[in-house]
């Protein structure tokens, strides 16, 4: 998946939870100027929503794989990565915020935001992150702790779980010796919850070299 495909960079939609989970500030903490909190997006129930596809939802597939076929439906995949994306408005105003740190004549430069400052103004409304991960719970996936800048959800279950979840086939690949799970087609999610999901970009919590910008 090209992540310019997904609005900001991935660096960037999860910079408050790479910040750190814990809380800590990182500098000093300042208030986002102009920026409202998140709003809810999640507007219907998804129990009775129909699956709705995610264009340009699979990843970009290495050149150098070898296709080994269909993945065990047995098989466990631990630390998916489901992204989520912010709001458009809120994707504008931390692109504007992230100049302002870099720029030495800006009054923010390098005033880093704490990850719950970051979730405050630039992430989702923890309500529609809430309802992704009960959405995952309810297919019988486990759900890891939410990371406090609700950039993504990390999750583990079988390929058959991800199959029936995500209306997708899940092949094994061969890269350089090394054997990874793949999506063969882009995943397909509640469509109440279209609005707050990206994409799956990782079913080993690694993120594939083709992915970065």
Do not use: C
């Amino acid at each position: 998946m090209q992540l310019r495909s997904l609005g900001l960079p991935l660096a960037t939609v999860l910079l408050g939870s790479l910040l750190g989970g814990s809380g800590s500030m990182v500098a000093q903490s300042f208030p986002a100027a102009g920026v409202s909190a998140p709003t809810q997006r999640v507007l219907g129930d998804w129990r009775g929503s129909p699956g709705v596809a995610i264009a340009r939802s699979k990843p970009s597939r290495n050149p150098a794989a070898i296709d080994l076929g269909p993945a065990p439906a047995n098989q466990v995949l631990g630390r998916m990565l489901l992204l989520l994306a912010p709001a458009p408005a809120q994707q504008q105003a931390l692109a504007a915020e992230l100049g302002s740190l870099q720029n030495p004549s800006s009054p923010s430069y390098h005033h880093w935001l704490t990850p719950q400052a970051f979730a405050r103004s630039y992430a989702n409304n923890p309500s529609d992150v809430a309802a992704v991960a009960a959405w995952l719970e309810s297919q019988g996936f486990a759900v890891a702790p939410l990371p406090a800048g609700l950039g993504w959800i990390e999750f583990s279950g079988t390929v058959a779980q991800v199959e029936q979840a995500f209306g997708v086939q899940v092949d094994m690949v061969s890269v350089y010796g090394n054997t990874r799970a793949v999506l063969t087609a882009n995943i397909a999610v509640p469509g109440a919850l279209l609005p707050v999901i990206a994409g799956l970009v990782s079913l080993d919590g690694v993120l594939s070299a083709r992915v970065l910008p």
